[in-house]
């Protein structure tokens, strides 16, 4: 089975990434491409388990939830999104920052979930200058 996934204008916050299919529970539905994977900072990356994400095609794009859908399985070598729930065709993407980021900048929630925590803690914007871009 194969998951599409579409990047389109999202109600919580910009662009979000959108189910095309229906994905069951507890589906594997994405892997992150190893040549995004890298050890060491670039702008706008996410920080995962001691790695550096940079993902443009799918996982820069998923907006966070205090009740997500999605989690991010970053138990083997390559992250893979594996979804908590049955996600249904059209249903925003959404993962919890907080299980795999490094904490570094508070922002407003917008999710809208009952249990919303207000404000969430991410690393999804490191300044440019500080780092050195990855070959
Ligand atoms: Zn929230």
Redesign the pocket.
Known sequence: MKYYLDIKKSAIHGKGVFARNNIPKDTMFYQVPLNHIFLKPKARCAYIKGKYVYDGAVLNWIN????PNTELDVSGDVPVLKSLRNISPKEEITVDYEKTEKHQTKHA?????KN???S?WSSAVLSTSKYEYPE
Do not use: A, E, V, Y
């Not at 966070?64 to 009740?67: F, L, M, R, T």
């Not at 929630?109 to 979930?113: A, D, E, K, T």
């Open positions: 966070h939830s205090c009740d929630c917008n999710c809208g979930s919303c925590r207000n969430f």
